[in-house]
């Protein structure tokens, strides 16, 4: 495993861990609070992961398809598993509610679960729980604080 630390978007720290082909973690934090986050218990070594950075850079430069043929991996419930599946065919700009998502998955009581599943995603913003938000239209919660969920949905053109 590598990690790698990105620059740009809402926060200096944008922490990246992969293997050779998949993200494995990702997050607006520091590699310690990201590990601890996350589970990550090894110490991968940083090294500049080109094709991150350039998808990275991609997304920021206003490709917000970007990441959609990224490979993922994390392990999860089956429910987590299909809420994290149907969260990448959520098109960027167009946020859904819980209760939305939990349609999506053919699960409609399930919001709890939609919003269990977001809370334990560990691939941020690749698995984009960040579009996600109340029925009520507010923002709801998001694991690295609202203003890094109001700057990507921004940046994805919602409230434009």
Request: proline letters at 6%; one cysteine or more; charged letters at 20%.
């Amino acid at each position: 495993m590598r990690y790698d630390v990105l620059t740009g978007g809402p926060r200096p720290l944008t922490v990246i861990v992969a293997d050779d082909d998949s993200v494995v973690a990702a997050g607006f934090t520091g590699l310690a609070e990201l590990q601890e986050r996350v589970g990550v218990t090894d110490s991968p070594a940083q090294t500049r992961i080109e094709w991150l950075r350039e998808v990275w850079a991609r997304y920021l430069n206003g490709d917000l398809a970007a990441f959609d043929q990224m490979n993922i991996r994390q392990q999860g419930s089956p429910t987590q598993a299909a809420v994290w599946d149907s969260l990448r065919q959520v098109p960027p700009g167009e946020p859904l509610s819980y209760s939305q998502l939990a349609e999506e998955i053919g699960k409609p009581r399930a919001a709890r679960a939609v919003g269990s599943a977001c809370g334990a995603n560990r691939v941020a913003p690749f698995v984009p729980c960040h579009r996600v938000i109340a029925a009520d239209g507010s923002l709801g919660g998001y694991g690295y604080g609202l203003v890094i969920k109001e700057w990507l949905l921004s940046h994805e053109g919602v409230g434009e």
